[in-house]
């Protein structure tokens, strides 16, 4: 599976699904992200890699306007989905989330059982008509969640009470249940043994037929593997952009070639 | 030897076994400290409380026993026939203390000598005259067995005081000589005042525990005594409160109880519900600026005393319920109600279930919170489905706590809600609480060893049954809540 990776890539341009033109974000005075451009493309893995502390969750965070949630962030520029604003007074941010869902970085489950966790966003969201049918959701979220088999026969018992890999898949499963069109995922694996993660790559692979996923990844093999286009990131800047085996292999940026052969980080 | 100078000795001596030890420890390692195992002032340490904290031990513990004892044996002195009808000998008991406590007076004051009071005899002096003449005055004559007893009483009082100086004395210079002696160098000073430290740590946890046990034990041996003089049963399923001054009275406890309940419920009715919103409110929707100025002042309504809730609920809102709704609905006349103490209650209760629960829903991670806004839930989804449900133990817990003060509460009832014990439905009439009435039972004229008075001890045992089982209550919801999901 990965004897090289890189050559398999399939070059072919896609329809974009989220564009970022001029986007900065201030945490307070602190400018976190600056003047970012980017278009992630529909049917695409995209993966945002950088040192630690260099925005790159800030950014995922603004592309399903996650950074409401903080008072002090403020965000400017325009970010499109499918053509329209998403920062726009007339979006409603709570349809725009369900839309585009997300991973986060640390796995935060519900205090709820693992079968109400998975099927929180189905609920809410009316994707289910009869009980058999949100069953059947469950079931399939956590199989993609590589979580099925390990507690099949305690849905009741409470997701909190799950390792803290097992909770960072049971927070996939929850947030491919709702069948989002595009999904950011921080750091999925970062807690995450190498059979899991593995597991978790096929996920983004098999996702990719259908929908849009950014991954943000501290490991370069991980980003190398998973992604088709990948986003290079250092103190706020976007530094390099391209099809990841172009990045991988011949870098145009020297700053990227020291952060992936090991010289910043 | 009064009890205070015993205690300046014995504080005196520790002091001095504090600067001997320093010194013989230094002295014994030769003028160099560096060859002692611990540095010189454990040693004085160790001297200083050795001499002290047992001898401390002993005069408390003695002074607990002495008197006890002293009853027990003066008690057995009075004859029956001393005992008037209706009376007892603990009655009998406190006259010779009276009598004892008088005659020490008029020796104090050089109107009496020791001789002549050994051959003094109430058959032929009138005692109680005497005794008047140092301001102790009593209900009867004294009877001449009475007075012997009054007589033992002393003697073995100043005996006992005469005894504890001994032994307390001698102990404490015991444990100076003993500690200031056994100073060598290779003494480990420091770890026994570390051990020290450990006692009294366990000690002062032990005073916390003790005191209530001995104030649930004093109510239990009360109501006991309660029990002996009024049916139980009488007391837990009578529907009439009536007490008499003279014997005749009906003591139950139902009218009070639902009182009771009945205030409490409309408190929380009226506090719970704003409350939470208060707290959702200014947890999850005002911002910082206004959060910090909103919850100071939703919380002066707690320091407010209950005095003036009190005075509030007699002037302003009763009058307001009687004339506005009650008195034109006809649904009653009285201006005390229990609608007006259950109001005024729960706007006292309003900052204990806002601000403790504010507190809780603040405590929710923030990542309970982006976990389902990144699903796409609304607001209130939201706090509803993922922020409650995770703050629900600690929400339950402010609610009890609320409860616990509603029970407790005493002077809104007074005011607001009156005096009257009745059991009805009727909101708008005047009905009274248990703690209403324990008060006035205590506070009357009638006689401590009377029904009526020790009742007020078998309701406050009644009303901490009642808490301690709420208490236990919270206890099993939260603990139900936690299995089922943490
Ligand atoms: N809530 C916040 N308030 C203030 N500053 C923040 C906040 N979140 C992030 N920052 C700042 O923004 C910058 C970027 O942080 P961000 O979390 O996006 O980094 P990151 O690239 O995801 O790092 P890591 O790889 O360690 O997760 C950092 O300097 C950080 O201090
Ligand atoms: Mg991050």
């Not at chain 2, 420091?190 to 209530?212: M, P, Q």
Request: proline residues 5%.
């Amino acid at each position: 599976m990965y004897d090289n990776p890189l050559m398999k890539r399939d070059a072919v341009t896609k329809e974009v699904k989220i564009s970022a033109r001029g986007c900065q974000v201030f945490y307070g005075d602190t400018h976190a992200i600056k003047d970012v451009d980017v278009d992630i493309e529909d049917k695409t893995v995209t993966a945002f890699i950088g040192p630690s502390g260099c925005g790159k969750s800030t950014f995922l965070r603004c592309l399903n306007r996650m950074n409401d949630t903080i008072d002090i962030c403020r965000v400017e520029g325009t970010i499109t989905l499918d053509g329209e604003d998403i920062y726009d007074p007339k979006v409603d941010p709570v349809q725009l989330r369900a839309k585009v869902g997300m991973v986060f970085q640390k796995p935060n489950p519900f205090p709820k059982s693992i079968y109400d966790n998975v099927a929180y966003g189905p609920k809410i969201h009316g994707m289910a008509r009869t009980r058999a049918e949100l069953d059947e959701i469950v079931e399939r979220a956590l199989r993609r969640g590589a979580l099925w088999d390990e507690v099949k026969d305690r849905l009741d018992a409470p997701g909190t009470g799950l390792s803290g890999g097992q909770q960072q898949r049971l927070c996939i499963a929850r947030a491919v249940a709702t069948e989002p069109e595009v999904l950011l995922m921080d750091e999925p694996c970062s807690a995450l043994d190498p059979i899991a993660t593995a597991q978790v790559e096929e996920l983004i692979d098999e996702l990719r037929e259908q929908y849009s996923v950014v991954i943000v990844t501290h490991s370069m093999q991980q980003a190398a593997r998973v992604s088709q286009k990948t986003a290079f990131f250092h103190l706020g800047n976007l530094v390099e952009f391209g099809e990841t085996g172009q990045i991988f292999t011949n870098p145009h940026d020297p700053r990227t070639e020291s952060y992936i052969t090991g010289r910043i980080g | 030897m009064s009890v205070g100078i015993l205690i300046a000795i014995v504080l005196g001596l520790a002091i001095a076994g504090f600067f001997l030890g320093r010194r013989r420890a230094i002295a014994k390692a030769g003028g160099d400290s560096r060859r002692l195992h611990s540095l010189p002032g454990y040693y004085g340490q160790s001297v200083a409380l050795f001499a002290s904290v047992p001898a401390l031990i002993l005069m408390a513990a003695w002074l607990f026993v002495q008197p006890i004892l002293i009853d027990d044996k003066v008690a057995e002195l009075i004859p029956d026939s001393a005992i008037a009808d209706g009376g007892s000998r603990g009655l009998v008991l406190s006259d010779v203390r009276r009598i004892a406590d008088g005659i020490d007076l008029l020796v104090v004051q050089d109107l009496l000598n020791e001789a002549d009071l050994q051959n003094m005899r109430a058959d032929f002096t009138n005692v109680r005259s005497r005794l008047g003449e140092v301001g102790v005055a009593l209900g009867a004559n004294v009877s001449p067995s009475v007075f012997e007893a009054a007589k033992a009483y002393r003697d073995a009082q100043r005996t006992g005081a005469t005894l504890m100086s001994v032994f307390v004395l001698a102990l404490a210079a015991a444990m100076f000589a003993f500690s200031l002696l056994r100073i060598k160098p290779d003494l480990r000073a420091r770890n026994i005042s570390e051990s020290f430290v450990l006692s009294l740590l366990i000690g002062s946890s032990l005073v916390a525990i003790l005191t209530t046990v001995g104030i649930v034990g004093s109510l239990v041996f009360e109501t006991i005594h309660f029990f002996q003089m009024y049916p139980a049963s009488e007391f837990f399923f009578s529907t009439t409160w009536n007490p008499q001054f003279r014997g005749g009275s009906e003591l139950g406890i139902l009218p009070l109880l639902w009182g009771t309940l009945y205030v409490s419920f409309v408190a929380l009715v009226a506090s719970v519900p704003i409350g939470l919103m208060i707290a959702i409110y200014l947890s999850e929707y005002a911002s910082k600026t206004l959060r910090s100025l909103a919850k100071p002042a939703i919380e002066v309504l707690a320091g407010i005393p209950t005095i003036v809730y009190g005075l509030f609920a007699l002037i302003t809102v009763g009058p307001f319920i009687r004339d506005w709704i009650a008195e034109p609905t006809g649904l009653g006349s009285s201006s005390s109600s229990v609608l007006t103490a259950g109001l005024v209650m729960g706007i006292m209760l309003i900052p204990f279930v806002s601000s403790l629960s504010d507190d809780i829903i603040n405590a929710v991670p923030q990542s309970m919170r982006d976990g389902a806004y990144g699903l796409g839930a609304t607001r209130s989804e939201t706090i509803r489905q993922v922020i409650l449900p995770a703050a629900l133990p600690g929400v339950v817990g402010a609610i009890l706590l609320a409860a616990s003060r509603a029970i407790g509460e005493t002077m809104i009832v007074v005011l607001g809600a009156g005096a009257a014990a009745r059991l009805g439905l009727n909101p708008f009439e005047a009905m009274t609480t248990v703690t209403v009435k324990i008060v006035s039972q205590l506070t009357g004229d009638t006689e401590f060893a009377s029904p009526e008075t020790l009742v007020a001890f078998a309701l406050g045992l009644t009303l901490f049954v009642f808490t301690l089982g709420l208490n236990v209550l919270a206890l099993y919801i939260v603990r139900k809540y936690r299995e089922q999901y943490e």
